[in-house]
């Protein structure tokens, strides 16, 4: 019931907006698109040929356009793309919203340089530890032999 009566309330403000000459989606939002959007693509897709004539592209520009909208309005347990894609359509605040993403990949590139030279300084022990075995064992590295014996078992 509780479904119905959203989508009852929907389909009356959605006609509001379009006989007041509104966008429903910008004056709806996303809550709105969610309901709205599994009529609409059916009707858009019918004819895709008109549809993309009349959006002035073409009709694969119009299905990939089409799938990534409605991947966008998608609760963020479903979503198939990232949700800081969906974030970023639907902010209330563009500029916070990328500078919000600016930084998050700013803190990963930090990470990621300080993985890499912690990796290279952890190489580098090794190989250093690797080179005072064999220095203590008086053997070059031509001549370095290894102790394994491998027997075999009948």
């Known amino acids: 019931m509780e479904r119905l009566g959203a989508y009852k309330v929907v389909q009356i403000l959605w006609k509001r907006c379009k006989s007041a000459g509104q966008k429903p989606g910008k ?7 969610r309901i ?6 059916p ?5 895709v040929k008109a ?12 299905r990939r ?9 998608k609760a963020d347990s479903d979503q198939g793309v990232r949700a800081t894609d969906a ?3 639907w902010a209330e605040d563009m500029n916070r919203a990328i500078a919000a993403r600016q930084n998050a990949r700013r803190v990963e590139a930090e990470e990621r340089t300080k993985r890499a030279a912690s990796n290279g300084s952890f190489a580098e022990e090794m190989r250093s530890a690797l080179d005072t075995c064999k220095e203590d064992e008086g053997e070059d ?3 370095a032999q ?9």
């Open 65 to 73: 356009f089409i799938e990534g909208f409605v991947a966008t309005t």
């Open 51 to 62: 549809s993309a004539a009349a959006a002035g592209a073409t009709e694969p520009q119009l």
């Open 36 to 41: 709205a959007l599994p009529e609409v693509v």
């Open 146 to 154: 290894s102790s394994v014996q491998i027997e075999e078992v009948q």
């Open 141 to 143: 590295e031509d001549e």
């Open 27 to 33: 004056m709806l939002g996303l809550t709105a698109l």
């Open 87 to 89: 974030d970023l359509v």
């Open 43 to 47: 009707q858009l897709m019918s004819d």
